[in-house]
């Protein structure tokens, strides 16, 4: 593509220039440059000026290595991060998924150079769903399916560090679909000074983001600092046809009340629209490869035409998070928020003329039919495009009390959660040119409207928590146990037609303790130990509820018949050594009960999907992961990370009146072997960063008989920081995404639970099998990126 050739030109003059210049700096007094970069000041003013970068210095030395892809962490508790320094050198359309593909035991590629859908993550085993995402301690994932829709949360400009507890969950995180895993990402505070940032960047298919944050500085003399930041992202959809468009707000603002004590006020808003991602089985995979996806041209009956496929999403959150001190070592933590998910979305179908349900009721034929758009008296279909609407809305409270008195620290903490949930349907009959008019949806029996899944959700929760941290040896040897304690009532609703069970409740209540200890020889060396606890409530309509085939009336999922949180207990052991370099090694265990698998497959004739929650009973794992990171030398950094990990299923699942022999086999989206390599250089005028992923070979279905293979990634990030003009500091940066071009399936869509006829193992009994769905890894992608301080 052109812009491509245009971008890499541009990076080959730019170096060239570079060259010279540095060339020219050599018979120069490098003392009267600086005097030039920046205005005069007075003595007291440059020590001043010089003691605090100095302190910066030493701070990030000390805090994080490897160019800002390893940070330093005392908890004892396995725990990897990503730095500013280490997300500002990647593409600015990157999501927090692919920011943190580095980390051990994280399975996680991009879609293509811009999407808006939620994504598809793994950590050691663990799937998206039973992984607990917040941002600034608010709870960031759809509150009742789990889903992660993390570019709608916050741009990447914006992202101060994202965290990654790999085995366990904090204490006193609003989350209770954590099993084992955590992403916690914090933002950037309101500058100190007024400040003003631009970004516009271009690349690879027709992809481009906007971006301009503005930084107020201190309000007056009042304490208060604000930000607030705008950005538009738009791109083409790289395989079928499509677009994408983002439209996003960030926003602050900060009040230091006296000494200990603060306030802070978060709020973000998102508006984005993309056509649908289309995931092949492996058998497309084979046929199409990378060109799997929408078609721009309509024809009778086709459902994957991209005018009757979209998903149009919106997010609003806020929050007030505050601090307050009250001497005598005690001090309270409070946060109020709310999180708001909307659709629609948009699918293609085919709806039976004659014969057809609506719920579970038959219908004739439908409501004044042969007049109907599209209608052919030889089809026994009618092509139509499914208007999926839906909101998920979240709100609470989190308290949480700390009380420090001597070598004692207690907290206390709870936490308030009610969330809310709406979903309905309706189809539009599509014309022979493929349009649709959304005043006249299908109906059927004097006016009914066709609809699979009307469905409504009320949730209300209480968590308690209480835990107790004792030092002993100077701090040396810390000993924490505490327990999490919630209580949650869960109502689901669904209005259907001639449908018996149309209403569920479940009240669970759930304990999670945990044991953390930790003793350090000295500052530079560390050793743990903990034992903890996680929990993940069942997901979704499907796990209460059924949802019903407009074709044949039948229920297309069934709600779980054993309603049980999934649960899981995980020990680690862990050494940390900060010194000269940074070093992770730790070696775990967990085991899991009613380990919940949800299979999701496409409907029959349809772009839309079915999702069925799967009890698959016991799940253990062992193994041990590493991270090394060196400080800067010569200002290079090198960064490692790698995990080995083997899993076994501890049971066969109960399957259509007989056993599935799934005991012993490895879990989905588990493979033995990944790792990462990373090199970064910075000396203040050019930067760079490459990294390198290796990912196995991961099981797609429960019996293990159909995978997908190994595969390497390699991104490159490359820029240099401008010559100022005026107050205007630019900098061009060039990212090259898949730089190998590599073709490959990143990850599973949808499980199922075998592909190839199995046999019963009580009966015998021959079933067939059902193909699971895959992800599309990103393409190459060439992004240029042009800034500005001012």
Known sequence: MKIKEVLLLSAVCLFAYDTMAIAKEKSNNKQVGAKKAAPAASKRQRNKTKSLDEEIAVTAHRNEAGGGMMVRHSVPKTVSSVASDFIAMQSPTSTIESLIQTLPGVVSASEGPLTTSFSTLHIRGMAQAEIGVTLEGMPAANPFTYSTY????????????????????????????????????????????????????????GTNKDFIRYDTGEIGHSGVHAFVSGSYSRSDMW????????????????????????????FGFTQAAQ????????????????NYGLNNQYYAGDTHYVGLNGKNTGAVYGALKNHFSFGHGLSLDAEAYSVEFHGPYYYGESVPVKNGYVGAEKYKYLDDYQNLPGYNPASSKLTAVEVSDWYTL?????????????????????????????????????????NWNSSTPLTANGGILINEDNENAVQQLNSFAVDDKMSFLHDRLTIDGGIRMAMVNRQYTQDLTNVSASKSIHNVFVPSPQVLISYRFNPNHQIYVN??????????????????????????????????????????????????????????????TNHQISAESYEPGSTSTISQLINAGGLEAYGIQTEIATHPWHHVSFYASGQYMHTKNGNNIAYEGDYMATKGKQEVGAPKFSGSLGLTYNDGTWFGNFTLQYTGSQYSTLMNDQSIPSYFTANVAVGRTLPKIGRIAPKIRLNLVNMGDEHYLSSMYGYTTNATTQRGVVSGKAFSGSQPTYVIGSPFVVMGTLSADF
Request: a neutral charge; zero cysteines.
């Open 394 to 434: 979240s709100s609470g409270l989190t308290l949480v009390g700390h009380w420090k008195h001597k070598f004692n620290t207690l907290n206390f903490s709870y936490w308030y959660s009610y969330a809310q949930e709406a979903a309905s349907q309706k189809f539009y009959p599509v014309n022979g040119a493929g």
């Open 531 to 592: 034992g903890t606890t996680g929990y993940h409530l069942p997901a979704g309509l499907s796990s209460q509820l059924a949802s019903y085939s407009y074709s044949t009336g039948k229920a297309t999922s069934l709600p779980m018949s054993d309603y049980k949180p999934e649960y899981m207990i995980t020990e680690e052991v862990g050494y940390r050594y900060s010194g000269l370099l940074m070093a992770n090694l730790a070696g775990f265990h967990y085991n899991v």
């Open 275 to 290: 056509a649908e991602w289309l995931y092949p089985s492996l058998a497309n995979w084979k046929t199409y490869g990378i």
């Open 150 to 205: 993390t570019p709608s949360l916050v741009d990447s400009e914006n992202i101060g560090q994202i965290n990654v507890l790999q085995g366990s969950v904090d204490i006193n995180s609003p989350t209770y679909n954590a099993t084992g895993a955590e992403i916690s990402t914090s933002i950037r505070r309101p500058s100190e000074k007024q400040r003003i940032y631009a970004s516009a960047s271009g690349g690879s298919y």
């Open 239 to 266: 395989r079928g046809v499509g677009d994408i468009r983002r439209w996003h707000v960030d926003a602050a603002l900060t009040k230091n009340w006296s000494r200990g004590n603060e306030s802070e006020v978060i």
